[in-house]
């Protein structure tokens, strides 16, 4: 035991007499330079992996066309007593001049009560806007909800009625 140094514990400070591997490799800014570096070669080889059309549809600004559906009247103007008046305006923002088919339902809530659905045509061109008003007769009593759809479209109007609420 005499002539060795004494055994550090694993709370004693350093003497300075460690060896130059555990002294830090440098400035701060140097390892943070490296590890920037590194990520930017990370993003960099994932971006040319991925396909272009990936890289396009997410940087780009690509129009998507779609048909607008708005009420142009008060929900609780649709609802009425025996029957439905609905009026909407349908904006076309689609690519070409193309003919949208819609269909008006009352779906009745209740049990054994029957749908009433009500047809219609438009042709719009890009821009182009039209009012469309459609009323249905012998809707039954009680909640019902009253749907404007397009047929091969996601687009839609739904207003939900009630008569115990008025």
């Known amino acids: 035991m005499t002539g060795s140094p004494p055994d550090k514990g694993p709370y004693q400070a350093d003497d300075g007499s460690g060896s130059p591997a555990d002294a830090p490799a440098g400035p701060w800014w140097q390892r943070g330079v490296l590890v920037a570096v590194v990520g930017m070669v990370a993003v960099t ?3 040319l992996t991925l396909p272009d059309r990936e890289v396009e549809l997410s940087t780009g600004r690509a129009p998507q ?3 607008e559906l708005a009420l142009t009247s008060a929900p609780r103007a649709t609802c009425g007593d025996g029957s439905v008046r ?3 305006r349908m904006t076309s923002h689609l690519e070409e001049r193309e003919a949208l088919r819609y269909r008006v339902a ?3 809530s209740g049990p054994r009560a029957e749908t009433v659905r009500r047809r219609g045509k438009v042709r719009l061109a ?3 806007s039209t009012a469309v008003r459609v009323r249905l007769a012998n809707v039954p009593d ?3 909800d009253v749907t404007v759809r397009l047929r091969h479209r996601p687009e839609r109007l739904r207003v939900h009625c009630d008569p115990s609420r008025r």
């Open 45 to 47: 080889a994932v971006v």
């Open 65 to 67: 066309p779609f048909v």
């Open 86 to 88: 609905v009026r909407f």
């Open 106 to 108: 009352v779906d009745p």
């Open 126 to 128: 890009p821009g182009e």
């Open 142 to 144: 009680g909640p019902h």
